[in-house]
């Protein structure tokens, strides 16, 4: 059969066979990667995406043979560590990706590579506690939201000797920007059921009643967007339940191949969701990383457990949500504020949901509103941005987002995802906060934060 050059169909990625024990064997990694790898080196568009691919062609190039067969096995996980699974070049890029037969999944191999070094635990010791502590977001901000806590992190995070030893104990880089830790978490401002006596009004996809997957992050580092998204879904006549008996969704787990922990947290949350499903609520979060994990991520690890398939198809990314039902004539277009020249950043883990620009178009309803959409990485990535290793590759990647916003001169400026948002914030030293679309269009409705 002819092999022609890319798919002309859209992808179609394979299961992740985690629980096979070949996943983690490091011989025919290698060989997937020596393979992989020769295919990117003569194909080579991913080039500015991420660091992992400049990683993988200076390696090529400054081997004695010029080729992938020079490059050292073990220099393979200099690239690997470049990658935070954004899944930008497997969704938006790659040509080779499944169905087409060389079945090129960057990402996925990545995710191999990273989970077999994990179960082999190679990494220094200092980075391996490192690793784990800022990938069990949901005790560690907890622990970091107690009151009385909360305020002397806060403080101490501006303290540039504090971070100096900080990052000697941590390997936090001294200058990432660090998210704040609210006393007051989102699941103790808000009341936990909230519009059960509106009519529920279903649209043609949606069921008229949203559960709020808080999150980690929006419960203890942003209440007031998940603040927002309550009070916009209640404007529009649609009761609210606060997912309160959530976990993690498990994306920092997944990012450092810890796929047994990504399991555990799995195993907690669907049923969590499916009782909410099974109560006639879609379910959306405010990040959307948090919100991919639960559409593609654990559905390609258990791709034979139908309720993850379940609670995968009542998933729904805020502003894809509030479009379909602008769509249904069952959203308000009555704004009392407009939003001026608003810069907007598509996060990397909302755009590879396939689900088109519901966030720029939502906005643009908004009379004497213009929005410029940005769709380059900001860098942030997880926690990327927060390790001494990367935090400098992280700015250097942000720095083509952080030039769009400052030349377009915008009233306000955020991204779909608030990590993203603070971590523009801190490229451009800019002391105020981001604001989110979600308080954006709080703002346009003229309700109150
Ligand atoms: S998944 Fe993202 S970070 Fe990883 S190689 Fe692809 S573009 Fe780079
Ligand atoms: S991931 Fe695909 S598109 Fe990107 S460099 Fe490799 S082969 Fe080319």
Redesign the pocket.
Known sequence: MAIREGNLEAPKRHPIKWQEPDYYDTTKINQELERVFDICHGCRR?VS??N??PTLFDLVDESPTLEVDGVKKEDYQAVVD?????????ETKCPYIPPHEWAVD??QL?LRTKASKFKARTSSITKFWRDRLISSTGSLLKTLSTPGIAQAINSASKSSKLRAIGQKITGIHANAPLPRFHPKPADKQLEEHIGQDLPVKKGSKTTGKVAIYITCYGNHNEPAIVKSLVDILIHNGIPVQLLTDSNCCGMPKLELGDLDSVAKLKEKNIPVFRRAIANGYDIMSIIPSCTLMYREEIPLMFPEDREASDVANHFFDPFEYLMGRYKDGLISTEFKNHLGNVSYHAA?HQRVQNIGQKTREFLSLIPDTSVTMIER?SGH?GTYALKEESYEHAMKIARPVLRRIQESQPDTYGSDCPMAGRLIAHGMNDESNPESPLKMLARAYGLGN
Do not use: E, N, V
């Open positions: 991913c995406l991420c992992a691919f470049q990658c935070y699974l954004c899944d930008l070049c497997a960057f990402p990545m990397c990485c990535d």
